[in-house]
C-alpha cells in the first residue's frame, strides 16, 4: 500500500484536470497522491479539441511537440444551413504559433500527461475509492478504499476535487451546481467518413431539425456529434451506425457515408458551475467545477487551464514563497472565465439548434457579419481561449506601461529582441518565459541604471524571478512588438502561467517591490503542515 507519510496534496480523478493538476505539483516537486476510482484509463473519448491557449501552456512545460505530432490540425471550420455555407472561421489568423484546433482522442491526451507525470516520479493509483474526508486549519484526512476492501487514512495539506460531473466530493461539501440541463439530447460516434468532407476543417451543419458536427480526426476518421438525433432502434444508450448516417443525412447536403462505428453513446448536455472554487483547503476544478454544451470545444480546455492557474500558486504556498492567500486568487482568475464560457457555449449551441428566434436570426444575418474580419478575430480568439484574460483579479496590477498589453492578459506569442550584455538575438517571447517561476520583461530600456533598481528592488524574490532585457525586432515583426510593449521603457511581470502580474513603467520599481512583497513574501514556514487538529469527518454522499 503506497506511503502517505509525505503525501501534501492529495487530488481525486484521474482525467486531464487531476493529470495536469499533479504534473504542475510534481515540477515543483511537491510530494501528491492522485486516486481514481475506475479500475484503470478510460477507452473512451469525450473531449477531443485542444484550443491553442491549451498547447501554449504545455509548450511551457515542454509537451506541445508531442501532441502536435500525434493530433490532427484543423485550419478552420464551415458552418453550413440551408444546403449552403454560411461562416467560416479561420484560425489560421490567430496570433499563435498554434494557430489551428488540434484534434486528439482524449485518451491519447491523458496517456501523454500521465506519461509526463511519470516523468515526474508521480503516477494514478487506480481502483481506489474515496470513502470519507474531513479538515481542520491544517490540512485534510481522507479514508480511501482500495480494491481489496482495505481502508487507509491520507493526511494532506490541500485536496483538490477534480472527481468530474458527478463529484462526490462536491456534493458532499455542500456546493450548489447552479445552472441547468439543456433540453437536447446529443449523440455521439466515432468512425469513418467517405465523401467530399474536408478534412482540413471542422463542419457544423445548422438545421430546422438540430445540429450535427463532424470533427476530423486525421486518415478519414471523424467524430460526429448531433442534437435531437433521428432514433431507429430499441438500444437508447448506443446509436448505431444507421441512426448516425440517416441523421446525416437529414441535415447535411454533402454527399458522405459514414462507415466502420467504433464507439457510440448517448448523452443529456449540462450547462452548470459552482460558485466557489475553494473550501478551506479544498479546491475544485474541471468538471467538478463546471460543465459545458460540447459547443465549441471548451470543456477540458477548462478544466487542464484550471490546474495550471491553481498548480504554481499551490507549489508556492506550500514550499513557503508565497502566503496562503495567493490561493484566493484561484477562484478570483477563474470563475469569471468559467462564467464566459459557460455563456458563450449556450449561445452557440442555441444558434446552430432547432427552431428558434436565435438560430433564425443567426441563419439570416451569418452570411453577412461571420465573415468580417473583426467577428473573425473575436470569434476565433475566444474560442482558441487566448482572449481569456484575468484583468479583473486581485493579482492583476496596472501601472500603465507603454503598450496595449495590460496586467492580467496573456502574454503574446511574437518575436523580440533579446539582449544580454553586448550580445542579442531574435526569440520567441515565450522563449524567455518559465513555468515555475516569474518572469521579469524589461522592454525598451536603454540606462543601464535604471535596469540596476530594478535588479536591486527585486533582490529578496531573485530566486523566483527570472530577468530579460527586449526591444523591438526589425522588419514586419516590430509592429506587432510595439503595439503589444510600446515604444518607450515598460516593465511586465509574467506569472508562471504566462499571464501579466504586473504592468509599469522605468519609474514603477517601487510599487514592482510592493507587489512582490504582497504575493511573494512570507515566513519559511508557512504553508507547512504543523500540529493537527481534532478533525471533523465528512462521510461522503451517495
Not at 468512425?191 to 451543419?205: K, T
Amino acid at each position: 500500500m503506497p506511503n502517505n507519510s509525505n503525501t501534501s496534496v492529495l487530488i481525486a480523478g484521474g482525467g486531464p484536470t487531476g493529470l495536469a493538476a499533479a504534473l504542475e505539483l510534481r515540477r515543483f516537486g511537491i510530494p501528491v497522491r492522485i486516486v481514481d476510482e475506475m479500475e484503470g484509463p478510460t477507452e473512451t473519448s469525450r473531449a477531443i479539441a485542444i484550443q491553442a491557449r491549451t498547447l501554449e501552456e504545455l509548450e511551457l512545460r515542454g509537451l506541445a511537440d508531442e501532441f502536435v505530432r500525434i493530433g490532427h490540425r484543423a485550419d478552420g471550420g464551415d458552418i453550413y444551413g440551408g444546403g449552403r455555407l454560411l461562416a467560416h472561421a479561420d484560425f489560421t489568423k490567430l496570433p499563435s504559433r498554434y494557430n489551428f484546433v488540434l484534434f486528439l482522442a482524449q485518451t491519447v491526451t491523458d496517456r501523454i500527461l500521465r506519461e509526463a507525470l511519470e516523468a515526474h516520479g508521480g503516477s494514478v493509483e487506480w481502483a481506489v475509492k474515496m470513502k470519507a474526508f474531513g479538515q481542520d486549519p491544517s490540512g485534510v484526512t481522507a479514508t480511501l478504499e482500495h480494491a481489496d476492501g482495505s481502508l487507509e487514512e491520507v493526511n494532506a495539506a490541500y485536496m483538490i476535487d477534480a472527481e468530474g460531473a458527478h463529484s462526490i466530493i462536491r456534493s458532499t461539501l455542500g456546493l450548489q451546481f447552479k445552472g441547468k440541463t439543456l433540453d437536447e439530447t446529443f449523440v455521439l460516434g466515432d468512425g469513418h467518413v467517405d465523401g467530399s468532407i474536408s478534412s482540413s476543417n471542422f463542419h457544423i451543419f445548422s438545421s430546422e431539425q438540430g445540429m450535427l458536427a463532424l470533427f476530423p480526426m486525421g486518415g478519414g476518421h471523424f467524430w460526429v456529434v448531433a442534437d435531437h438525433p433521428l432514433r431507429i432502434s430499441a438500444q437508447p444508450e448506443k446509436p448505431t451506425l444507421e441512426e448516425l448516417q440517416a441523421t446525416y443525412d437529414q441535415r447535411s447536403h454533402i454527399p458522405a457515408r459514414l462507415q466502420q462505428l467504433t464507439w457510440s453513446s448517448v448523452f443529456q448536455a449540462n450547462s452548470r458551475m459552482v460558485s466557489t472554487l475553494r473550501v478551506n483547503r479544498i479546491f475544485l476544478a474541471g468538471d467538478a467545477a463546471h460543465i459545458h454544451s460540447p459547443a465549441g470545444g471548451q470543456g477540458m480546455n477548462t478544466g487542464i487551464q484550471d490546474a495550471m492557474n491553481l498548480g504554481w500558486k499551490l507549489a508556492l504556498v506550500l514550499q513557503g514563497k508565497a502566503p496562503e492567500n495567493l490561493l484566493d486568487t484561484y477562484g478570483d482568475d477563474r470563475l469569471p472565465v468559467m462564467r464566459s464560457i459557460l455563456s458563450t457555449t449556450e449561445g452557440l449551441t442555441n444558434a446552430l439548434g432547432g427552431p428558434s428566434i436565435l438560430r433564425s436570426f443567426f441563419m439570416h444575418l451569418a452570411p453577412w457579419i461571420a465573415n468580417a474580419e473583426f467577428v473573425q478575430d473575436t470569434a476565433t480568439s475566444r474560442i482558441s481561449q487566448i482572449a481569456l484574460n484575468y484583468r479583473s483579479s486581485p493579482l492583476s496590477d496596472d501601472h500603465f506601461g507603454d503598450g496595449s498589453l495590460v496586467a492580467g492578459d496573456r502574454v503574446p506569442d511574437l518575436a523580440v529582441r533579446a539582449s544580454a550584455g553586448l550580445q542579442s538575438e531574435i526569440k520567441r517571447a515565450f522563449d524567455l518565459l518559465s513555468s515555475d517561476r516569474f518572469t521579469l520583461l524589461l522592454a525598451n530600456f536603454t540606462d543601464p541604471a535604471a535596469k540596476s533598481k530594478f535588479s536591486e528592488s527585486l533582490t529578496p524574490w531573485s530566486e523566483l524571478i527570472e530577468t530579460s532585457s527586449i526591444s523591438a525586432p526589425d522588419g514586419d515583426d516590430k509592429k506587432p512588438f510595439t503595439e503589444a510593449f510600446g515604444e518607450t521603457p515598460s516593465v511586465t511581470l509574467v506569472r508562471p502561467d504566462a499571464y501579466v502580474g504586473f504592468r509599469g513603467t522605468q519609474s514603477s520599481a517601487d510599487a514592482l517591490s510592493k507587489y512582490c512583497k504582497q504575493w511573494l513574501s512570507c515566513s519559511p514556514e508557512a504553508g507547512r503542515v504543523t500540529g493537527r487538529k481534532a478533525v471533523i469527518k465528512m462521510k461522503l454522499s451517495s
